[in-house]
């Protein structure tokens, strides 16, 4: 190699794994690009991937980074080590902040932070309406020109189905996604936990599964009217599934997620009345959850993302009706999908990856393919290494996470942004 | 037992004992002077985050009778909504030294919580629409001494009528009843029915008024109007209450009960004065010596009846 050469990384070993297949190789890194794939490659730096998967960063669809305005909970610094650690080179912020993202300032704002940070791409969306206020719409063309992809009131739905139709149709040709957190408000007024026999016996006030599903019924219909895509933040019953899968055989341009703990815990963890179970969809049944897991494998939900909601210990050390809900989940999701999801990795991988990275509008630069010339963002994990989380060794701000005590299988040990090392060995380097 | 949460942590050994405890804790109650040093040096604490005079009064005098010491913490709700956090509350309080918390909480699971946040004992004295174990003790004590019960409930037809949903009464009562071996029939508007109820359940009193054995009314809130559960009091107390008709419609010996405070003309209609089968006012005397036997039961030597 010539002096004049910029330093090269050599990721040796592993198994490259990206859209077009998986195979043994090395990876070289220079100047924050791939520039060769093959066997026996040398560099400056050699990370060794033996036993481990090579693979396109992760990309988070759906995390509350909580800057500005929840700094306590979260900052985009906290937050976004808390996603390079789990395996991400790009979140999607969640525009639910104080002030709400509706604006230049604060998408502005919300992407200087993250270049800052510099864990990893930080993405930010704005709200469809006006302080999530559910009446006037946000300025989407002005939020486009400033790079924002996908557009939601993410913590509340658009109640309104004239408001509703009128954003898709001026969302037309914008090259933006609208994304719905579909809950009717009237019919989860006062609710705590999933509507069903845990709630009737624990005398906590209930959460309707057709709260979620008529909401989502009403959008498929609006898209068909519309012909605008969207996409349907965090599906939790089984009845939602259903409903995607027929769009999705209508030919309609939808797109769906689902988070990791509504793909392995229901309702019956909430039986001790600790509040770090309390979420928004709400935890539902077995059945829920295995309908979620068919629908990851069969390909009707597109991504796994995580509604990271970091929330201050006191908070939920309230009464169980008062705690806000939410729990975090940047750090624990590829381990908690490769523990419950009985499927391929690489269809593991597609929902953690290229799938979401082709929702949020990055596939240029995030989700592969892992060849010369691409980005070189790249997570390596090895998908066997069982461990536990160890809440005060968490990036998070918070701690309200629903996993302490819980084997995981699947850790991520390195994290490439860039080119730059932002994780080694499991540890964030920033 | 460490806390009395709900009626589901209770074995059928456990009734048992805390109703022959209760036996003598009622005999202690006849006496001209009614106080045994059972707890003396004692501390109770009772923490009560929603008002209910009657449950206050009743296991403060408890205490008292057992020769415990009381410490009333009647906090408000705003207070606590200010920014104290329920955390901060409970280990203030139990580092004054408290060997029992005794609470009442509008929020289902409060007890369950401060459980995780002191080492004293924690007796459920009513939390949300979840549970109110000594309710469902006293009542059971009271079935038991009315109809000569001491061996369980087998055969007995449990009926309870009015807002299910919404009551941790209601969830307690039947749950224990049905544990003693009683049948269980819960009788209410779809709307005021969990969602799914634990029990066989209908919405037709007059259809099984003749087959009851205890016939336990529950207080129907006023505010369900307005949330649209039913269309008012008047179609309530026509379809659900107990009328002079349904009244004389019922079997010889039925026991008519009620957790108080009663909606006069709402529930019920029918002076309970002039019910033969109603032990309304038993059900308050003997929560008495239930909860003595409970707080005994809890922190006393264990002696007396073990």
Known sequence: MSATSPLSTVIANGRVLDATGERVA???????????????????????????????????????????????????????????????????????????????????????????????????????TIGRAGVELSPFGELAAAGVRLFTDDGTGVQDPLLMRRALEYASGLDIVLAQHCEVARLTEGAVMHEGTCCSRLGVPGWPAIAEELMLFRDIELVRLTGTPMHFLHLSTARSVELVRAAKADGLPVTAEVAPHHLCLTDEALAGFDPVYKVNPPLRTKGDVAALRAGV??????????????????????????????????????GVALSVLDMPVADVVAALSWKPAAIAGVGDRHGGPIEPGRAAN????????????????????????????IDLRGRVR???????????????RR | MKHLLSVDDLTLDDVGRLMELSDHMAEVNQRANPKVPALRGTTVCNLFFESSTRTRLSFETATRRLSGDVMTFAVSESSVNKGESLRDTIETVAAMGVDAFV???????????????????????????????????????????????????????????GDIKHSRVARSVSRLFAKLGARVTFVAPTTLLPVDPE?????????????????????MQHERMSEALVPNLGEYTTRFGLTPERARRLREGALVMHPGPMNHGVEITVDPAELPGAVIGHQVSNGVAVRMAVLFDLLGSGAVAR
């Not at chain 1, 929330?311 to 999701?333: I, N, Q, V, Y």
């Not at chain 1, 066997?384 to 060794?393: N, S, T």
């Not at chain 1, 390195?414 to 964030?428: N, Q, S, Y």
């Open chain 1, 297 to 334: 494998a069969d390909g009707t939900i597109d991504a796994i993302a995580t509604d990271h909601a970091p929330h201050p210990p006191a908070s939920k050390e309230r009464p169980l009706d008062r705690a806000p809900p939410g729990m975090l989940g940047l750090e624990t999701a590829l």
């Open chain 1, 414 to 428: 390195h994290t490439f942004l860039r080119g730059d090392h932002v994780v080694a060995d499991g540890e964030a």
């Open chain 2, 103 to 161: 609470v009442r909480h509008g929020s289902s699971g409060v007890p369950q919580q401060v459980c995780r946040w002191t080492s004293a004992s924690v007796v459920n004295a009513g939390d949300g629409w979840h549970s109110h174990p000594t309710q469902a003790l006293l009542d059971a004590y009271t079935v038991r001494t009315e109809l000569g019960r001491n061996t369980g409930f087998d055969g007995l037809h449990l009926v309870v009528v």
């Open chain 2, 199 to 219: 029990f066989d359940h209908t919405a037709d009193l007059d259809g099984l008024i003749g087959d009851v054995d205890v016939l336990y009314l529950l207080r």
């Open chain 1, 26 to 128: 090395d990876v070289r890194i220079e100047a924050g690009r791939i520039v060769e794939v093959g066997a026996g490659l040398d560099g400056d730096t050699v990370v060794d991937a033996s036993g481990c998967i090579v693979a396109p960063g992760f990309v988070d669809l759906h995390a509350h980074l909580r800057e500005p305005g929840g700094e306590q909970a979260e900052t985009i610094e906290s937050g976004s080590r808390a996603a390079a650690k789990g395996g991400y080179t790009a979140v999607v912020a969640m525009p639910n902040t104080d002030p709400t993202a509706d604006h230049r300032a604060v998408v502005d704002l919300v992407r200087l932070r993250g270049e800052a940070a510099a864990c990893c791409d930080v993405l930010p969306a704005a709200s469809i």
């Open chain 1, 378 to 405: 790249l997570v390596v994990f090895d998908p066997d290494e069982r461990w536990q989380v160890v809440p005060g060794r968490l990036a998070s701000r918070s701690r309200n996470t629903p996993y302490v005590g």
